[in-house]
């Protein structure tokens, strides 16, 4: 299993509408993909973001199927403006020693499949993804 985790905090000029917006984005990301096994998404309590998502894929063509998933891109290409700060962590049992840089691999090939979400991703003020 691997639990992918988004943490965000939202910019400060942001309305309620739009930052209600941005949270049901992240709900359909986990509601309308078939790959996602289980999902949360609310306020982080503890921590030093303002909102937390953890979708819960089975192994590495479920992430991949995530990551690819219409709802999924949709929610980067519209969402990202929202955003002043992100960190994305992901947690496995896996006992591959390699399943970190795998997952890396999956977050590359992603961002080179859409470019205009790697531009996006680049204006975010604060972006950070594990480094393998």
Request: glycine letters at 6%; a negative charge.
């Amino acid at each position: 299993m691997i639990f992918h985790i988004n943490q965000a905090t939202y910019k400060a000029s942001l309305s309620d509408e739009q930052r209600r917006a941005g949270l049901e984005m992240l709900r359909q990301s986990g509601a309308a993909n078939p790959a996602v096994k289980s999902f949360v998404v609310g306020r982080e309590f503890g921590g030093a973001f303002e909102y937390g998502a953890v979708y819960v894929v089975e192994d590495l063509d479920g992430y991949w199927q995530y990551l690819e998933h219409p709802v999924h891109v949709h929610e980067e290409l519209t969402g990202m403006e929202l955003i002043e700060r992100f960190e994305v962590v992901d947690i496995t049992d896996s006992d591959d020693p390699e399943i970190g840089e795998k997952i890396a691999s999956l977050q590359v090939r992603h961002m080179e499949a859409h470019p205009e979400i790697a531009a996006l991703v680049a204006a975010v003020p604060s972006f950070t993804v594990p480094e393998s």
